[in-house]
C-alpha cells in the first residue's frame, strides 16, 4: 500500500515542487530560487536510509527503473542530504543489490557520461557526482562482465578528459557538502583498474589519466585525493601486466628533470604544491605497498621510494 502511495512522488519530474519533508529528515529548503529535486526530496521524506531501502525494495521492478533514471538529475542537487545521502546511496544500492536491470544501468552509463564530458553546473555537484555514481557502474560490470570492451575504453577517456581539463578543485565544505571530483574520478579508475577483463592497453591509458592530475601545481590537495589516485595504481600492480623498468620510468615521468618547476622550487608557490601533490601521492603508494607484505607491489615500493628520493 505505502508504494502505491509513495511512486506519484518519487516519479515525478525533478522541477516539481517536493512534498513536505519530515522534521527528522528534513531536506534543506530551495536555495537561490531553485527547489530540491522532487525524487530525492521524496524518498528522504520517507525517513531514514533503512526506511528508504525498504520502500525501494517493496516496488515493483518497472518503478525501480523509472525511480533510477529519475534520481539522475538529483545528483547535482545543492543540498548534500539530497545529493550524496539519498541520491547517490540509492543508486549505489540498486546497482550493488542489483535491483535495476542492466539495459537500465547502460542507460544510467550513457547519461552521466554525458555530464561528465559537458560543461559545468553552477554549483559544481553535477559532474563530480557523475564521476562518483559512474564508479558504481563501472563496480557493476567488474561483478558480472556486460560491457564491451570499447566502453571501458571510453569510461577511460571519459575519465581522462575530465581530469585533464579540472579546475574546480573543492572537496568538501561544512555548509555544502563534497564535490571532490578528482577523487571520485579516482574512484571511476579504482573500479575499472580491478576489471579481470581489463587490457593492458587500458591499463596504461588509466595510468595516463591518473598523470594528468596526479600532481597540479595550482592547488595542493587536502581532501585525501591522493591516497584515492594512488589506489588504482596499487590495483594495476597486482595485475603484474608492467615490469619494474617500466614502473620506475611512469613515477619518474610525474616530475620531470627538465621542468622549469624544479629550478626553484622552495621560491615558487607553483612548485611548493606540485611538490606537496607528488610527495603526498608517492608516500600513498609506498606506504600502502610495504604494509601489504605482497611480493606483487615490490616493484611499486622501489618505484615510489626512488620518486620520494628525487624530490627537491
Known amino acids: 500500500m505505502l508504494r502505491h502511495l509513495i511512486l506519484p512522488l518519487l516519479l515525478t519530474a525533478c522541477t516539481t515542487a517536493p512534498a513536505p519533508v519530515s522534521p527528522t529528515t528534513a531536506a534543506p529548503e530551495a536555495t537561490a530560487n531553485r527547489s530540491p529535486c522532487a525524487p530525492a526530496a521524496g524518498l528522504a521524506a520517507l525517513g531514514d536510509e533503512r526506511a528508504r531501502s525498504e520502500v525501494v525494495l517493496d516496488m515493483t521492478q518497472t518503478s525501480r527503473e523509472e525511480l533510477a533514471l529519475s534520481l539522475l538529475p538529483c545528483l547535482a542537487d545543492p543540498a548534500p542530504i539530497l545529493r550524496d545521502g539519498v541520491t547517490y546511496t540509492t543508486l549505489s544500492q540498486m546497482m550493488r543489490s542489483k535491483l535495476i536491470g542492466p539495459e537500465t544501468v547502460a542507460a544510467i552509463k550513457d547519461d552521466l557520461l554525458a555530464v561528465l564530458a ?180 615490490e616493484p611499486l615500493a622501489r618505484s615510489s621510494f626512488a620518486l620520494l628520493n628525487s624530490l627537491p
Open 118 to 297: 559537458g560543461p559545468e553546473d553552477e554549483d559544481g555537484f553535477a559532474r563530480p557526482f557523475a564521476a562518483l555514481a559512474l564508479a558504481e557502474v563501472a563496480r557493476t560490470d567488474r561483478i558480472d562482465p556486460w560491457m564491451a570492451p570499447e566502453e571501458r575504453d571510453a569510461l577511460i577517456a571519459a575519465a581522462h578528459t575530465y581530469l585533464a581539463g579540472l579546475t574546480d578543485y573543492r572537496g568538501f565544505s561544512d555548509k555544502e557538502g563534497w564535490r571532490h571530483g578528482v577523487a571520485h574520478t579516482g574512484d571511476l579508475l579504482m573500479q575499472l583498474s580491478l576489471n579481470h577483463a581489463l587490457t593492458r592497453s587500458q591499463a596504461e591509458a588509466i595510468l595516463a589519466a591518473i598523470a594528468a592530475k596526479v600532481a597540479p601545481h595550482e592547488h595542493a590537495y587536502i581532501f585525501g585525493e591522493s591516497e584515492r589516485l594512488a589506489a588504482p595504481v596499487l590495483y594495476l600492480a597486482q595485475r603484474q601486466n608492467f615490469a619494474p623498468d617500466e614502473w620506475d620510468a611512469w613515477f619518474a615521468s610525474l616530475w620531470p628533470a627538465d621542468d622549469p618547476l624544479r629550478q626553484n622550487v622552495y621560491g615558487s608557490e607553483a612548485a611548493l604544491r606540485k611538490l606537496h601533490n607528488l610527495r603526498a601521492f608517492s608516500e600513498a603508494v609506498y606506504v600502502s605497498a610495504i604494509a601489504s607484505n605482497e611480493e606483487t607491489y
